[in-house]
Antibody
Framework: EVQLVESGGGLVKPGGSLRLSCAASGFSFNSYSMQWVRQAPGQGLEWVSSIHSASTYIFYGDSVKGRFTISRDNAKNSLYLQMNSLRAEDTAVYYC??????????????WGQGTLVTVSS | IQMTQSPSSVSASVGDRVTITCRASQAISTSLAWYQQKPGKGPQLLIYGALSLQSGVPSRFSGSVSGTEFTLTISGLQPEDFATYYCQQDYNFPLTFGQGTRLEIK
């Protein structure tokens, strides 16, 4: 069974940093590209970042470019999101998601339950 | 690429047929997915490639496309279908979602 479990969320002050983790199991993690998607309270979904299975490509949304860094450790079946210079508007539930096996397509077939990040003084 | 989803909310009864539309700001071929999200849960993939039903998803869900207009149809609403639905284009980066459609019980 595919499982994605996010952790690392919490309360952080504006300008602070936080590192999210996603533990993957039930599939060959090193064969799949992965994404982070976030959802502000009561709002819609916003794509944050994607990373290729071998980290060959990495993309970021404009709202986080230069502040967030996506990475992965295939030996540990883990995905990460380092978030720096956090702002109030980064407050959201952050979801880890697995992209489809087809490297030409980027929809996600499995999602975690999310971890809440709150940026507030 | 901007994705314009409508309506933002819709009320319907069990057994009804509902359609949700997403319009892309430019051509994206059939690179569109539909997701269902229930409160407190991560999204669930329903349709990919605009037309293909994800494994395990009931056949009452279907997708169609005409140019840059994409439609999700739910035929014969069931109580478990009341949720929020999102479209997403995966034609190119940055990936973008529609604003969402809340499907409520009438």
């Amino acid at each position: 069974e595919v499982q994605l479990v996010e952790s690392g969320g919490g309360l952080v002050k504006p300008g602070g940093s936080l590192r999210l983790s996603c533990a993957a199991s039930g599939f060959s993690f090193n064969s799949y590209s992965m994404q982070w998607v976030r959802q502000a309270p009561g709002q819609g979904l916003e794509w944050v970042s994607s990373i290729h299975s071998a980290s060959t490509y990495i993309f970021y949304g404009d709202s986080v470019k230069g502040r967030f860094t996506i990475s992965r450790d295939n030996a540990k079946n883990s995905l990460y999101l380092q978030m720096n210079s956090l702002r109030a508007e980064d407050t959201a539930v952050y979801y880890c998601a697995r992209e489809t096996a087809n490297n030409l397509l980027h929809y996600c077939d499995y999602w975690g339950q999310g971890t809440l990040v709150t940026v507030s003084s | 690429i901007q994705m314009t989803q409508s309506p933002s909310s819709v009320s319907a009864s069990v057994g009804d047929r509902v359609t949700i539309t997403c319009r892309a700001s430019q051509a994206i071929s059939t690179s569109l997915a539909w997701y269902q999200q229930k409160p407190g849960k991560g999204p669930q993939l329903l349709i990919y490639g605009a037309l293909s039903l994800q494994s395990g998803v009931p056949s009452r869900f279907s997708g169609s496309v005409s140019g840059t207009e994409f439609t999700l149809t739910i035929s014969g609403l069931q109580p478990e279908d009341f949720a929020t639905y999102y479209c997403q284009q995966d034609y190119n980066f940055p990936l973008t979602f529609g604003q969402g459609t809340r499907l409520e019980i009438k």
